[in-house]
Structure formats: C-alpha cells, structure tokens
C-alpha cells in the first residue's frame, strides 16, 4: 500500500462543507430575518446581530452546536460568502449577544421558521383521507449532570428538558418547539401552544388539518378547544385512568366488532358517544375503544388470568373505527423527527446555562431544521439523488452527509467566485439542482 505525504498550504483552496451556499440561499431568500431584527431589536455596531445569527445556524447545518465551533470559521472565507455573512464572530461574542437579546432572538427566529416553508412553497403531503396531519409531541432531552436553568426530571427519569414541537405534513415540517422544564406537565401550557401552531399551519395550507395528540393531553379543554377551529378534525389518545378494564371489555366484546387473529387472542372494537360538561355547556364526543384479551401466548403458553389490555381514542372523524385506529398510528412518527433534532443536530445537551438562550438554541434549531428538510426534499428524491433507495423523505443526518459535507476547490477569479467538484463527486448533480432551484428560479 502506497503511503500518503501530509501538506498544508497557506491559500484556501478547498472547502468540506459546500452545502452551506444552499442554506445561505434558503436563508436570504425565503426568511426576512434582517428586517425583523432590525424593526424588533434594532441594529449594532460592530457584528450585526443578523450575523450572528446566520452564523450559529451555518453551525447547525454542520451538525456542531457548541459555541467555540465558530472559532474555526472566523477564517473561513467560504464559510462566510456562503451564508451572507459579514463578519463571523467569535465564540464569545456569539454567547453573549445571544443571552442578551435571547427573547426578541426568539421571536424573529420563530417567525422565520414557518416562512422559510410558506415562501419556498415547499411540498406539503397528507394523508389518503385527505386531511393535513399535524402532529403534537413532547420529547425529552438528556442534560443530566448540569446546573441549567430549567433542567429537572423528566417523565423518562432522567434530568434534562421536555421541549413540545408540532409537525406538519408527513415531511415533518416543524413548526415550532418550545423548551420547557423538565417536570413540567405536557398539558400545562398547551392551549396557547396549540393555538399558534394552528395559527402558523393556516399559514402554510388551507386545507383539512388532522391534529394527533397523546394520551398525555387527554383532557376536556382540549377537545373543545381543538372543536372550535373550523377545518381541524383530531385523534386524541385516550387515557382510561379510572377505567375498569372487566366492565369494558364485557361491554366491546359484547356489543362491539370482535375478531381473533391467532388463538389465543381475541380483539373488540367499539365506538361510543359520550356525553361531557365543560364549563356550563353540554358536549358530545365520540370514542373509539378497543379491548385486547389474551389467554396464552404465541407459543402456546396458558396464562392464569386473561391478559386485558384497553385503548381509546376521541375523535370527531366519521370514519370507520380501523381508519381511525390506522390514522393515529402515524402519530408514532414524530419519535423520527425528534431524534432529528436530538442527534442529527446535535442539541440534545443544549449549551447554555441560561433557558431563554436555550430557547432561542431550540428556536434556531427549528429554522435549521426545515432548511435542511427543504433540501433533502429538492435534491435527495429524485433521480440525481446520490442515495439509491427509495424514500418519501430523508433524514437530516442523510442531507448533512450527502448535500453540505461535499469537498470541492473554490476558485475566486476577480468579484466571483467558483466551486469545482471532483470527477467522483456523487452528489454534484444534485447539489446543482437545489442550487439552481434556489438561486435563479
């Protein structure tokens, strides 16, 4: 095997990320992030706070969300033509012009997020019913061993956060995610959270929306709440606390539909409408339960007791109770969508003591996040995709690896600059695509 002769020249001639120039496309075309921050916050000598900003999300891009990961930037030419940056900072101005201006940060960040969706007209798909789903969950972030503000236990028994995002389509498109204490209960604080996703999703579509929720918001304010919204149908999870699992399944297996997939196993589906009062008025909802009774195991195993297992669901659909069950069942994909979040950008172990700069760390996450979605969708589905097999979407991880970690040698001749790809390069042919889509449709 031949060895290798390790050199470093002076002169930047290569970069390993090219896939910055598609976020900073995304991020000056379809966010007015810079007029925001100016009419909100106002402007700063110095570095603007526009680059401090583009700076932490090119980080994000990277997969890095540590603030001393700028430090190798500073340098970096490429790093700040691709992004529209001005000056790049350092890793201690970013820190504290982010806890300074952590709130109104926030706010701009968060309205850049649903912009960066709305304006690309990115594809938003639903479900074979028709309806836009649009799912809400809370997710638990590890930050044990640490003194952060905000960090107590979560219901997974470990010390960290419990931030609630909401998604919509089946792309995932975030909407928005809050960071929240770790104790803290998923329904305290949910109405208004649920209002403005609604809200911000009225933004994107008009069409029919499907709000799926856990059993973790199980209570009869949200029922009406999510009633009031004209075009928004919901599958709630119900929590049977309470609930006398006998009594149900005498009366599903009963009156009910009943099948049995192996011996052994016999399955009840029932739907009933329940009558409820909520602050003075009367409601009606429906229900959708379903008992599971098993006597031994796929083995043969006889139990001493029948195993009764009992699940519900409300809902306002008039559906057939298997497309309702199939419906929610989707529901589980938003556990992908966190471990986007988590580990392919890297935020887990949020990097600052204080919440409020924590917040807008999960706010820019957001906006990063759907960049880099927009992306995967317009340059990894098609046939100049550099990944063979077949999807109706890609991972963040797989955009990172295939479209912004790219080598390639970038070439300034006068005012212009050039990127040269490799003969090999797989993914050029995309990475030209999303460019081009971006830069001069």
């Known amino acids: 095997m031949k060895r290798f002769i390790i050199e470093q020249c002076d002169e930047e001639l290569y970069t390993v ?12 075309r379809f ?13 700063c000598r110095g570095i603007s706070h526009a680059d401090v900003l583009k700076s932490y999300v090119g980080l994000l891009s990277l997969g890095k969300s540590d603030y001393e990961a700028i430090t190798d930037k500073i340098k970096d030419e490429y790093f700040k033509e691709s992004l529209g940056i001005r000056r790049v ?13 952590a709130e109104p940060f926030r706010k701009v960040i968060e309205a850049c997020a649903v912009e960066v969706v709305k304006k690309s007209r990115a594809p938003v798909s639903g479900l074979y019913t028709g309806h836009i789903p649009l799912d809400i969950d809370v997710f638990p972030m ?3 061993n640490t003194k952060k503000e905000g ?22 498109w ?11 209960h998923s329904q305290k604080g949910f109405l208004p959270f649920l209002d ?7 933004e994107i579509t008009k069409r029919r929306l499907l709000v799926r929720l856990d059993a973790a918001h199980d209570s009869i304010e949200t029922r009406v709440a999510l009633e009031e919204y004209p075009g928004v149908y919901y599958v709630l999870k119900w929590n049977p606390r309470g609930a006398s699992g006998a009594e149900l399944a005498s009366m599903v297996f009963r009156e009910g539909k009943v099948t049995r997939p192996r011996p052994g196993k016999r399955v009840g589906i029932l739907k009933v409408q329940e009558e409820q009062e909520y602050k003075g008025k009367s409601y009606r909802f429906t229900k959708v339960i379903r008992v599971t009774e098993r006597t031994h195991d796929r083995k043969g195993q006889l139990f001493l007791l029948p195993e ?13 109770e298997e497309k309702i069950i199939r419906l929610y069942e989707g529901h589980g994909l938003c556990e992908q969508f966190h471990s986007e979040f988590k580990s392919d950008l890297d935020i887990e172990r949020l990097p600052s003591g204080k919440f409020a700069t924590n917040a807008l760390i999960m706010s820019l996450a957001v906006l990063t996040y759907n960049i880099l979605r927009y992306i995967g969708q317009m340059g990894l589905l098609g046939e100049v995709s550099p990944v063979r097999h077949p999807a109706k979407r890609r991972r963040i991880k797989t955009v990172i690896q295939e479209l912004i970690y790219m080598a390639c040698r970038v070439i300034r001749s006068g005012r212009r600059y050039k990127l040269r790809f490799g003969r090999c390069s797989s993914g050029y042919l995309a990475f030209r695509q999303v460019y081009n889509l971006l830069a001069f449709a």
């Open 17 to 28: 990320h090219t896939g910055l120039a598609l976020v900073g496309l995304c991020l000056n």
């Open 31 to 43: 966010t007015t992030m810079e007029r925001q921050l100016a009419k909100r916050v106002g402007r």
């Open 89 to 101: 900072p350092s890793a201690e101005t970013l820190r504290q012009r982010m806890d300074a201006y």
């Open 142 to 144: 590890d930050n044990s």
């Open 151 to 172: 960090v107590s236990r979560t219901y997974h028994n470990y010390d960290g956060y419990a931030p609630i995002a909401g998604y919509l389509g089946l792309e995932g």
């Open 174 to 184: 975030c909407l928005e995610a809050q960071l929240r204490p770790g104790s803290q």
């Open 196 to 202: 403005r996703v609604i809200k911000k999703a009225r």
């Open 308 to 320: 009764i297992e009992v699940e519900g669901w409300w809902t306002n659909l008039d559906l057939p």
